[in-house]
């Protein structure tokens, strides 16, 4: 197993592909310095799965909704997580937990953001430790090393993988650029952030290298504090003439002081700001190789192929509680007894995608022809350790779960006219997962297989210069993990969580492009939704049944004049609820017909001012969330379960953020921001207590480029 204090097996493989990086760099220096100048272009983009692209024309070929941040957004705003720079796109709900989201929690479209049916990938790889065996969101890439970010909803997001119920979130790393640059980050929290960025090529540009390191630590708000360093390592060859080949190397560790527990209600009543649980830790470690070769066949033929390995483990060491003198504390009281629930994880996957464009029947077409295989492994272990041995003591639970799927997917766009584009699809994953028990001395194992085929289809047309109605139909699905379709060692039978999906909307823009908009009408249905284990335990061994979710969402931009700018993004769902009473074995009634899905609010929007005039840009933005209930029961009052999870109604709130970042110099930046600007105090999410809102926080950034 990997532990915080065992890493041989992370200490000895990914590192080596490390070194080969470095070399690689050296390597490129020294090229540079002996090789021509002919044809050298040392700011070419390595090869990169993308889910959208950055050309408006690939935003009009997706016959479904698209947001995309883009890098100067990232600059200007300069959020602490990613998770607060997704909060504007159109339909994305977040459940936060502390201000850098080391564990995240999205949902999109009335799909709980306490669940896991939104895909997320970092440059086309998976980012979730498992996705069949253990998709909780464990692992959060930094915000720092991102560029921009892709959100693509619909029917076209049944290329990339399972779970994409909601649609896929595809991260874009940075990409190598000549020359040095060194970032500073402090503010509130006691937060100390350093940063440096660096890119070298041959003279030829036939060889890139980049690397991307970053360390920050903090005493976190309410003394959450946390220890990080993420390590990003780039490289890019030329091959030949029509073939690239990209290398990217990642180490990130966290140390990070959270836990499960929150404040009790007069606690947060009364203003605390202390951390409820001071000697629990969340240790995670992360290392992965992707090597992503680009091979253009022919003028009308691509082929792109990414293979792709990951490592990790994370620790989490949290101590119990005596609930009655804790009920009566009006506070937690921990015993010396420590559970380590600690989780080690491996991924290999590779993939390839061929993009044929032809003529086929006498029209233009685009075929894209992909297949993926993944195996996955999770070693699931429970240590017993005391306040006094806190980092060991025997296993109360030693299990291994494993999973090996297999992907076949293929797509055709039939460009009709210039007008008019018809989009059809499908995806067939056949997937067999198996658990072990490693303290079971017979009989210790089982195992379970399940054959998904999805079909989508999606339509675009321009019905004016510049304006476009889009709509597609798919069906797509999130497959039971193995501790619920593998519990107690025996086949639960169960389904994977699958859902018929429908989309409509329109957008557009202005020839200027001083004005653009997209808006979007939206159904899902649910034929078998497996309500989360922290919702209602029951459901951990059955099949959960129906639930629908509808609503439109939208977004609205426009350049003022005078360097001004507002845009305005809103999402309302008025609809996200189970279709029919639920009951648990015993027969008792668990959650109503027309209860609202958990952490899934009616209205979320915002808005967003901005200026900009020579070398200065500045920004206001107001967040709305609204309120949401945290449990299927919709408990309206906030319940201290002290053997579990709080429950209860979340009030909703408004957040106001401010930026400014100016230019000095061609090398030389600085910015401010200030977040939570009127120190709104507030009820973010629920768990076991409740999670507090960060207060009103001040960051001020520096950086300098050689």
Same mark, same amino acid.
């Given at each position: 197993?990997?532990?915080?204090?065992?890493?041989?097996?992370?200490?000895?493989?990914?590192?080596?592909?490390?070194?080969?990086?470095?070399?690689?760099?050296?390597?490129?220096?020294?090229?540079?310095?002996?090789?021509?100048?002919?044809?050298?272009?040392?700011?070419?983009?390595?090869?990169?799965?993308?889910?959208?692209?950055?050309?408006?024309?690939?935003?009009?070929?997706?016959?479904?909704?698209?947001?995309?941040?883009?890098?100067?957004?990232?600059?200007?705003?300069?959020?602490?997580?990613?998770?607060?720079?997704?909060?504007?796109? %159109?339909?994305?709900?977040?459940?936060?937990?502390?201000?850098?989201?080391?564990?995240?929690?999205?949902?999109?479209?009335?799909?709980?953001?306490?669940?896991?049916?939104?895909?997320?990938?970092?440059?086309?790889?998976?980012?979730? %430790?498992?996705?069949?065996?253990?998709?909780?969101?464990?692992?959060?890439?930094?915000?720092?090393?991102?560029?921009?970010?892709?959100?693509?909803?619909?029917?076209?997001?049944?290329?990339?993988?399972?779970?994409?119920?909601?649609?896929?979130?595809?991260?874009?790393?940075?990409?190598?650029?000549?020359?040095?640059?060194?970032?500073?980050?402090?503010?509130?929290?006691?937060?100390?952030?350093?940063?440096?960025?660096?890119?070298?090529?041959?003279?030829?540009?036939?060889?890139?290298?980049?690397?991307?390191?970053?360390?920050?630590?903090?005493?976190?708000?309410?003394?959450?504090?946390?220890?990080?360093?993420?390590?990003?390592?780039?490289?890019?060859?030329?091959?030949?003439?029509? #073939?690239?080949?990209?290398?990217?190397?990642?180490?990130?560790?966290?140390?990070?002081?959270?836990?499960?527990?929150?404040?009790?209600?007069?606690?947060?009543?009364?203003?605390?700001?202390?951390?409820?649980?001071?000697?629990?830790?969340?240790?995670?470690?992360?290392?992965?190789?992707?090597?992503?070769?680009?091979? #253009?066949?022919?003028?009308?033929?691509?082929?792109?192929?990414?293979?792709?390995?990951?490592?990790?483990?994370?620790?989490?060491? &949290?101590?119990?509680?005596?609930?009655?003198?804790?009920?009566?504390?009006?506070?937690?009281?921990?015993?010396?007894?420590?559970?380590?629930?600690?989780?080690?994880?491996?991924?290999?996957?590779?993939?390839?995608?061929?993009?044929?464009? $032809?003529?086929?029947?006498?029209?233009?077409?685009?075929?894209?022809?992909?297949?993926?295989?993944?195996?996955?492994?999770?070693?699931?272990?429970?240590?017993?350790? +005391?306040?006094?041995?806190?980092?060991?003591?025997?296993?109360?639970?030693?299990?291994?779960?494993?999973?090996?799927?297999?992907?076949?997917?293929?797509?055709?766009?039939?460009?009709?006219?210039?007008?008019?584009?018809? +989009?059809?699809?499908?995806?067939?994953?056949?997937?067999?997962?198996?658990?072990?028990?490693?303290?079971?001395?017979?009989?210790?194992?089982?195992?379970?297989?399940? +054959?998904?085929?999805? %079909?989508?289809?999606?339509?675009?047309?321009?019905?004016?210069?510049?304006?476009?109605?889009?709509?597609?139909?798919?069906?797509? @699905?999130?497959?039971?993990?193995?501790?619920?379709?593998?519990?107690?060692?025996?086949?639960?039978?169960?389904?994977?969580?699958? =859902?018929?999906?429908?989309?409509?909307?329109? &957008?557009?823009?202005?020839?200027?492009?001083?004005?653009?908009?997209?808006?979007?009408?939206?159904?899902?249905?649910?034929?078998?939704?497996?309500? %989360?284990?922290?919702?209602?335990?029951? @459901?951990?061994?059955?099949?959960?049944?129906?639930?629908? $979710?509808?609503?439109?969402?939208?977004?609205?931009?426009?350049?003022?004049?005078?360097?001004?700018?507002?845009?305005?993004?809103?999402?309302?769902?008025?609809?996200?609820?189970?279709?029919?009473?639920?009951?648990?074995?015993?027969?008792?009634?668990?959650?109503?017909?027309?209860?609202?899905?958990?952490?899934?609010?009616?209205?979320?929007?915002?808005?967003?001012? +901005?200026?900009?005039?020579?070398?200065?840009?500045? =920004?206001?933005?107001? $967040?709305?969330?609204?309120?949401?209930?945290?449990?299927?029961?919709?408990?309206?009052?906030?319940?201290?379960?002290?053997?579990?999870?709080?429950?209860?109604?979340?009030?909703?709130?408004?957040?106001?953020?401010?930026?400014?970042?100016?230019?000095?110099?061609?090398?030389?930046?600085?910015?401010?921001?200030?977040?939570?600007?009127?120190?709104? $105090?507030?009820?973010?999410?629920?768990?076991?207590?409740?999670?507090?809102?960060?207060?009103?926080?001040?960051?001020?950034?520096?950086?300098?480029?050689?």
């Amino acid at each position: 197993m990997l532990t915080h204090s065992n890493t041989a097996a992370l200490s000895i493989r990914l590192p080596i592909a490390a070194a080969v990086l470095a070399a690689i760099g050296t390597l490129a220096g020294h090229q540079a310095s002996a090789q021509t100048t002919r044809n050298a272009d040392p700011n070419r983009d390595l090869p990169t799965i993308v889910v959208v692209g950055k050309a408006q024309d690939a935003i009009d070929r997706q016959p479904a909704a698209v947001s995309l941040i883009t890098p100067e957004v990232l600059q200007l705003v300069q959020p602490r997580s990613t998770e607060e720079a997704l909060r504007t796109v %159109p339909g994305v709900a977040i459940k936060p937990e502390e201000e850098t989201a080391i564990v995240t929690n999205i949902g999109i479209r009335g799909l709980s953001a306490a669940d896991y049916k939104t895909l997320i990938l970092e440059d086309g790889a998976p980012v979730a %430790p498992g996705l069949f065996v253990g998709n909780a969101r464990y692992y959060n890439p930094r915000i720092q090393r991102m560029d921009s970010i892709e959100v693509l909803r619909g029917a076209a997001s049944l290329r990339y993988g399972p779970s994409t119920i909601g649609g896929v979130i595809n991260y874009i790393t940075k990409q190598p650029r000549d020359g040095v640059e060194i970032g500073l980050r402090a503010g509130s929290f006691g937060t100390r952030e350093a940063s440096l960025e660096l890119g070298t090529s041959t003279r030829s540009g036939d060889g890139t290298f980049g690397a991307f390191i970053t360390h920050a630590t903090s005493d976190g708000f309410m003394d959450k504090g946390y220890d990080m360093t993420d390590v990003v390592l780039k490289a890019g060859f030329e091959l030949a003439d029509n #073939q690239r080949l990209g290398l990217k190397y990642t180490n990130y560790s966290n140390d990070a002081n959270i836990s499960y527990r929150g404040v009790f209600l007069d606690e947060f009543l009364a203003g605390a700001d202390y951390n409820p649980a001071p000697d629990d830790w969340f240790l995670t470690e992360r290392r992965s190789l992707d090597l992503n070769h680009e091979w #253009q066949i022919a003028s009308n033929a691509r082929l792109n192929t990414l293979v792709y390995g990951s490592e990790m483990y994370r620790d989490y060491w &949290r101590f119990a509680t005596d609930n009655a003198a804790s009920g009566a504390a009006g506070r937690w009281i921990y015993t010396d007894n420590v559970n380590g629930n600690n989780r080690s994880f491996e991924r290999f996957g590779i993939e390839s995608r061929l993009v044929v464009d $032809h003529s086929s029947l006498g029209i233009a077409n685009e075929t894209e022809l992909g297949v993926r295989y993944m195996t996955e492994e999770m070693h699931d272990q429970t240590v017993a350790a +005391t306040r006094a041995t806190p980092r060991t003591g025997p296993l109360n639970k030693d299990v291994i779960d494993s999973a090996d799927s297999l992907a076949l997917y293929v797509q055709n766009r039939f460009v009709l006219s210039d007008r008019l584009a018809l +989009t059809a699809g499908l995806r067939a994953e056949r997937y067999e997962q198996r658990r072990e028990d490693l303290r079971v001395p017979a009989n210790n194992r089982a195992d379970t297989s399940n +054959t998904e085929v999805m %079909p989508g289809v999606g339509v675009t047309y321009e019905i004016a210069p510049g304006v476009q109605l889009f709509a597609n139909a798919y069906e797509a @699905f999130s497959p039971a993990l193995n501790g619920d379709a593998l519990n107690g060692l025996q086949d639960q039978r169960l389904d994977a969580e699958r =859902s018929k999906n429908f989309e409509a909307g329109v &957008r557009g823009r202005t020839e200027s492009e001083r004005i653009r908009y997209e808006l979007t009408v939206f159904r899902m249905d649910f034929d078998n939704q497996i309500i %989360p284990a922290n919702s209602n335990s029951e @459901f951990q061994v059955t099949n959960g049944g129906a639930t629908f $979710h509808q609503g439109v969402e939208g977004g609205f931009g426009i350049d003022v004049g005078a360097g001004f700018g507002v845009n305005a993004t809103f999402t309302y769902i008025p609809d996200a609820e189970f279709d029919g009473d639920r009951f648990d074995r015993n027969g008792n009634l668990t959650t109503p017909d027309g209860n609202r899905i958990p952490y899934t609010p009616e209205w979320i929007a915002n808005l967003g001012l +901005t200026y900009s005039r020579g070398d200065f840009r500045g =920004s206001l933005n107001v $967040h709305r969330m609204g309120a949401q209930y945290t449990d299927v029961m919709n408990t309206v009052p906030i319940a201290e379960n002290l053997t579990g999870f709080f429950t209860g109604r979340i009030d909703g709130y408004t957040l106001v953020d401010l930026s400014v970042l100016y230019n000095v110099s061609d090398e030389l930046s600085i910015g401010a921001a200030v977040k939570n600007a009127t120190d709104e $105090h507030y009820i973010a999410s629920l768990r076991q207590g409740i999670y507090v809102g960060p207060e009103r926080s001040y960051d001020v950034t520096l950086k300098y480029r050689f």
